[in-house]
Each structure stands twice: as C-alpha cells, then as structure tokens.
Nanobody, 114 residues
C-alpha cells in the first residue's frame, strides 16, 4: 500500500506554467502512475500516465503542453504543465495503480485565470 501527496498547485495566468509533484510514501517502481483532474460539475478524467517501464500517454487536450515524468529513486511523479488555459482549471489528483488496486492522493487545486 502506498500513500500519495500532491503539491505544486496554485493560481496562474493563461499561458503560464506549473509543475505538480506527487510524493509516495513507499516505492513506486512497479506502479503505473497517473495524473487525473476533475473540474467543477465534470467527471474525473485522465490527464497523463506513465508505466513502470517509462511509457507515457496523455489526453488529447493536453498533448504538447503537459509532460509526465517519474523519479523512482525519490518516489516522485511530476506533471509539467505549460501553456495553461482556463479550461485546465481543476483539482489534480495523483493515482498509483498496481495489481488491480488504485491509490489516490487528496488532490491539488490548479486555477488558470487572469
């Protein structure tokens, strides 16, 4: 079992950048790690994921703007977000998946507004 804690959210102007971090309480080496987001009144959606082998995929809406990465040695997962748009405003959640089980962080708020 692993506990996840997100950080790095905040208020940013359109066109700006933020880097989210997800710190795990234990080793994530065998986990697929993902970032999800949930905007007010909308369902939670997958933003980007990275497998234990380093393969990545991302939602069409963030391709070319967001990059997911991981540091297994530090038990950290990152989401670099560039060219942010008001539509990116949401609570961002870190997810770890292994062996049929999902683990979630409590989320970090990202607000894109001028």
């Amino acid at each position: 079992q692993v506990q996840l804690v997100e950080s790095g959210g905040g208020l940013v102007q359109p066109g700006g950048s933020l880097k989210l971090s997800c710190a795990a309480s234990g080793s994530i080496i065998f986990y697929t790690m993902s970032w999800y987001r949930q905007a007010p009144g909308k369902q939670r959606e997958l933003v980007a994921s990275i497998t234990d082998g380093g393969g990545t995929r991302s939602a069409d809406s963030v391709k070319g703007r967001f990059t997911i990465s991981r540091d297994n040695g530090k038990n950290l997962v990152y989401l670099q977000m560039n060219s942010l748009e008001p539509e990116d405003t949401a609570i961002y959640y870190c997810n770890g998946y292994r062996g049929g089980r999902d683990y979630w962080g409590q989320g970090t708020q990202v607000t894109v507004s001028s």
